[in-house]
């Protein structure tokens, strides 16, 4: 069981079936949610930036300058 960030609807979510960065809706306020930690159970909105967060590691992109020249 988790609670919808949005609207605090509990909605029945299968722990064992879910891994951090899953998409979910609420099926009371139809928020996409994002399943942010396991234990506990937790969801966050689901939002560009949030997603990105997830999937990118957290120093990809500060490495612009490739050939070392400083530009």
Do not use: K
């Not at 949610?33 to 234990?39: A, E, P, R, T």
Request: include cysteine.
């Amino acid at each position: 069981m988790a609670i919808c960030s949005e609207c605090g609807a509990d909605i029945d979510v299968d722990e064992f079936d879910v891994d951090r960065g899953d998409q979910l809706s609420c099926s009371e306020c139809g928020a996409n949610l994002v399943v942010f930690g396991l234990s506990p159970l937790t969801l966050e909105l689901a939002d560009e930036e949030a997603a990105g967060d997830l999937d990118e590691p957290a120093d990809e992109g500060e490495d612009e300058d490739r050939d070392g020249d400083g530009d």
